[in-house]
């Protein structure tokens, strides 16, 4: 059935960030979904639970972001090697779109920041998978057919973009690259995976 009102698809980047580093991230993401064009991108982080405010001016997500959105991006900070509790937190209320199904066949990735090279990177991103496995989204990493992977001297890495925090400084020309990147890969997997749900027989 036609609908007068033609809404723009939209990838969620759904995020918890204290010092901005990776809000920093979701911004680059955010930035390259925008690059492809049809889809657009929603920025969210979620409440804190020590109610200090998190970085910066952003909308608290709400059920109907997730549940209509055509992929998610999503993030936090590394918190002893794995995410911050206030993201874990809002995925335990979640518990009517899993039932729903609502994320099924969409396409997700995960970022993450840390202040020390080695402090669990790839750890939190594994663990930041499994709940959206449960939610039967597909999980999109970065392929090495991205240059900077090989090269990078800072974050990024084949589970998804990562900023390495060293002194508060900005994200790295190669993170910056990366985070670009996986934010376009993820928008053309979103607008590929939306026409084959919406061409499929019902
Ligand atoms: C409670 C807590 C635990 C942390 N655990 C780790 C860790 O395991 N490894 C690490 O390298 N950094 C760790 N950090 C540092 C943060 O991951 C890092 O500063 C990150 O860039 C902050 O992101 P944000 O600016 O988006 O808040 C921790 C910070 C806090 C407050």
């Not at 982080?45 to 998190?54: F, N, R």
């Not at 794995?82 to 039932?99: C, D, F, R, S, Y």
Request: aromatic share 6%.
């Amino acid at each position: 059935m036609s609908s007068d009102v033609v809404t723009e698809p939209h990838i969620l980047v759904l995020f918890y960030s204290r010092g901005g580093k990776t809000a920093e991230l979701a911004e680059t993401i955010a930035d390259g979904i925008l690059s492809v064009g049809g889809i657009d991108a929603r920025l969210r982080t979620v409440p804190p639970l020590d109610g200090d405010a998190p970085a910066g001016d952003y909308l608290y997500c709400e059920p109907t972001d997730l549940a209509s959105a055509a992929g998610l991006a999503m993030g936090s900070p590394t918190r002893f090697g794995t995410m911050a509790a206030p993201l874990k937190h809002w995925w335990e209320q979640t518990t009517p779109q899993w039932l729903n199904g609502d994320l099924v066949d969409k396409p997700a990735c995960v970022f993450t920041s840390t202040s020390t090279l080695h402090g669990g990177q790839e750890a939190t991103l594994l663990s930041m998978m499994l709940p959206l496995l449960h939610h039967g989204l597909v999980i999109a990493g970065t392929p090495y057919t991205e240059a900077e992977l090989h090269t990078t001297e800072s974050g990024g890495s084949p589970y998804g973009p990562t900023h390495w925090d060293k002194d508060r400084r900005p994200l790295s020309r190669d993170e910056m690259r990366l985070a670009r990147a996986q934010g376009k890969r993820l928008a053309r997997l979103a607008l590929a995976l939306a026409n084959d749900r919406n061409g499929a027989p019902a």
